[in-house]
């Protein structure tokens, strides 16, 4: 399966702005035909934030576990693939305050995000426990995927 991003519901009114990121209701985000009550139950939920704009974490792997992100404030880019080095299957995604949207991450992809902006704050969620994450991880360099990191001019 590939990695799949998916807007996220912005409401605004005087009081101010909310987002929903998952409502057990909310049958609208499809997934290689499953629609999200077939997703798997997110179990684990994790900030993340890095001292540099520049740091990149990952690239992991993982045989069982999905992964969804979310960004809360700031601008990340995330390299995701299903090998452990580019191909054409290779893809990148640019999730930003600016612009809600959830990344969904299946079992299989390596995957790794890098801030774009400092103060970025990453909300990472899991169908795994810590611990059942740490026994199903793999991890390569990121170097192999290094370059897919740099951001283009245009």
Known sequence: MKPK????????????????????????ITFDG???LELPRVRRIYFVGNF????????????????????????AKFVISPEDKPTEKTESFVLSERKPEILIVPPKNYNGWKALEGGTLLLG?????????????KRIPVTNFLGLFKVESR
């Open 5 to 28: 991003k998916e807007p996220i519901k912005l409401v605004i009114d005087d009081r101010g702005f909310l987002l929903q990121i998952f409502d057990e209701k909310n049958d609208k």
């Open 34 to 36: 499953l629609n999200y």
């Open 52 to 75: 540099s704009k520049n740091t990149i974490r990952g690239m992991h792997y993982h045989e069982k576990e999905w992964k969804y992100f979310f960004v809360i404030k700031g601008c």
């Open 125 to 137: 969620m899991s169908n795994f426990s810590l611990e059942e994450s740490l026994k199903d991880d």
